[in-house]
């Protein structure tokens, strides 16, 4: 028996490990697909999307995790980050873009935990099961809000990042939210609408294995 539960841990270590690096992996390969807007050094990619995801699948400290690995990476000088700004290693996250990616792990880790709701007192479901939206059949309205709150949160905190470090550097707040704030709202928008459904009906399923 005893044996029995060292080889479930030993599992599941692997299993999370495993997660992380699947997950910075993920996020610098949606680093890869970058569209060049006019009048911004920023960029408009698919990794805040990536990094939601990641942290909504994971949890918040799994996620959270993964991020400040893809982060090292990046730093190390692996070609991680989004090829379109000319910057590397360590000078990117002090560059004009820097101030997002600072602010993925905090995104992800803030994503997985307003996914994983505190259990009701007196409750305690079975080792595996999380509290999580999708987890009984049918999606309610309540669990949708909670998904689409989360995301929410994850984006402001990802456009707070930068928008901080662009205004350091440019020392003009108005004009660090018209290069890093505005143009990238109806995006935005576009990454609530997708990630909401999917994070609802994932969610559970991964949460349950890690």
Do not use: C
């Not at 099961?129 to 949708?144: A, C, E, I, M």
């Not at 440019?170 to 609408?193: I, M, Q």
């Not at 999917?198 to 349950?208: G, N, Y």
């Amino acid at each position: 028996m005893e044996r029995a539960l060292v080889i479930d841990h030993s599992t599941l270590v692997i299993r999370r490990a495993a997660a992380v690096v699947l997950g910075a992996l993920l996020v610098a390969g949606a680093a890869q697909v970058a569209i060049p807007l006019p009048g911004t050094p920023v960029p408009m990619t698919l990794q805040p999307m990536a990094v939601l995801l990641v942290g909504g699948l994971l949890g918040a400290r799994l996620g959270a995790l993964s991020m400040i690995l893809y982060l090292a990476m990046g730093a190390a000088g692996l070609p991680v980050f989004t090829p379109t700004v000319p910057l590397f290693g360590v000078a990117r996250l002090l560059g004009p873009t820097g101030g997002y990616l600072l602010a993925y792990p905090v995104a992800a880790w803030a994503v997985g935990a307003l996914l994983t709701p505190g259990r009701r007192p007196g409750e305690n479901p079975p080792r595996g099961v999380l509290l999580t939206p999708g987890h009984r059949p049918g999606v309610s309205r309540t669990q949708w809000v909670r998904a689409a709150l989360a995301v929410l949160a994850g984006l402001v905190l990802i456009h707070l990042g930068g928008l901080a470090q662009l205004a350091i550097l440019t020392g003009n707040l108005s004009g660090a939210a018209r290069l890093a704030t505005w143009p990238f709202l109806l995006g935005d928008l576009l990454k609530l609408v997708i990630l909401v459904p999917v994070l609802t009906t994932l969610t559970p399923t991964v949460r349950a294995r890690l």
